[in-house]
T-cell receptor, first 116, second 116 residues
Framework: AQKITQTQPGMFVQEKEAVTLDCTYDTSDQSYGLFWYKQPSSGEMIFLIYQGSYDEQNATEGRYSLNFQKARKSANLVISASQLGDSAMYFCAMGQLSGGYNKLIFGAGTRLAVHP | GAVVSQHPSRVICKSGTSVKIECRSLDFQATTMFWYRQFPKQSLMLMAT?????????EQGVEKDKFLINHASLTLSTLTVTSAHPEDSSFYIC????????????FGPGTRLLVL
């Protein structure tokens, strides 16, 4: 069965420093997608970054990069140069291809606090 | 682009009443939308997949007669919580897939439901 594991319930980082949020996954599928979403206190889920299982290069989107290690089944999110506005919940998710589209399975989330 | 709205953002109702939540894709067409439920300090749980012009597909354990889903157009899906009870109080959030780009789900801002 598909499963997403985020082992860090909370993380602290100093402003302007980089931080890595861990995510491991379990699937028997050959084709899948990995996503990271940010959820601020307002509740909205904000899409950050996507990595396809066949993508050879790690995905990057601005200050966000995904450290994809397929053999280890990990998809860690790296946020460089943290900003105070990065304080939020971060969810890792895996797309389970079903009927031609991805159904998302979410991890438990990691709460990131950025300190000045 | 890829903006999803939800209405209402917050609703308080009496036990036994029904509540309708709307999910709209504002600048794109969405053949597929998803409805999630999130309890405080927990992750998102997929409730059902809503396909335009066909019946919704419910996840195991979700009562389809309790949570009615209608996807009448390419930009609108509605979730009706029928005969709501206090245990239905939760954060309901929808997402939409951009037609033709089936990888990424874009989320609405969510609806907080409180049943008294």
């Amino acid at each position: 069965a598909q499963k997403i594991t985020q082992t860090q319930p909370g993380m602290f980082v100093q402003e302007k420093e980089a931080v890595t949020l861990d995510c491991t996954y379990d699937t028997s599928d050959q084709s899948y997608g990995l996503f990271w979403y940010k959820q601020p206190s307002s509740g909205e889920m904000i899409f950050l970054i996507y990595q396809g299982s066949y993508d050879e290069q790690n995905a990057t989107e601005g200050r966000y990069s995904l450290n994809f290690q397929k053999a280890r089944k990990s998809a860690n999110l790296v946020i460089s140069a943290s900003q105070l506005g990065d304080s939020a919940m971060y969810f890792c998710a895996m797309g389970q291809l079903s009927g031609g589209y991805n159904k998302l399975i979410f991890g438990a989330g990691t709460r990131l606090a950025v300190h000045p | 682009g890829a903006v999803v709205s939800q209405h209402p953002s917050r609703v308080i109702c009496k036990s036994g009443t029904s509540v309708k939540i709307e999910c709209r894709s504002l600048d794109f067409q969405a053949t597929t939308m998803f409805w999630y439920r999130q309890f405080p300090k927990q992750s998102l749980m997929l409730m059902a997949t809503s396909n335009e012009g066909s019946k919704a597909t419910y996840e195991q354990g979700v009562e389809k007669d309790k949570f009615l889903i209608n996807h009448a157009s390419l930009t609108l899906s509605t979730l009706t919580v029928t005969s709501a009870h206090p245990e239905d109080s939760s954060f309901y959030i929808c997402s939409a897939l951009v037609a033709g780009a089936q990888e990424t789900q874009y989320f609405g801002p969510g609806t907080r439901l409180l049943v008294l």
